[in-house]
């Protein structure tokens, strides 16, 4: 008896964000299809997302980061800020293509750390030095 290959798991947003953090916390990266064009140009519609678990001490500004900010909802979005406090250390985030951040998100609620996007059959490593600039730029652009 072999096994099958299972390239896509539909689910609802609810059980998407459960897995995806349980996985993370388990230690191992997560890839799904983004949805959402506030990270556009980066990350679009349909792109193909790796994902690996991080120690959010160690995510820097310019990141991009998988979080949740309430039952079942995830978001990709970029760090424009990090701010240590008595209560841990808490992440500005913010959407490329949005005006305004999302707030202020505990390192609790901060779960994966973008490492790459497949668009088209493309790899595109999101710490090149391209990927790089265009955070950077973001990062400014939100200050």
Known sequence: ?????????????????????????????????????????????????????????KVRLGDVVLFTDGPGHVFLHRVVRKRRSRAGIGFTVQGDRLSQPDGVIPEAQVHGLVMAIDRQGVRIAVHGSLARMLGWSMLVRSR
Do not use: E, H
């Open 1 to 57: 008896m072999g096994y099958a290959t299972v390239t896509s798991i539909p689910c609802t947003s609810a059980a998407f964000a459960k897995l995806a953090v349980a996985i993370l916390r388990a230690g191992r990266a997560v890839q799904f299809r983004a949805r959402g064009t506030s990270m556009s140009p980066l990350v679009r519609d349909g792109d193909i997302v790796l994902v690996w678990p991080l120690n959010p001490r």
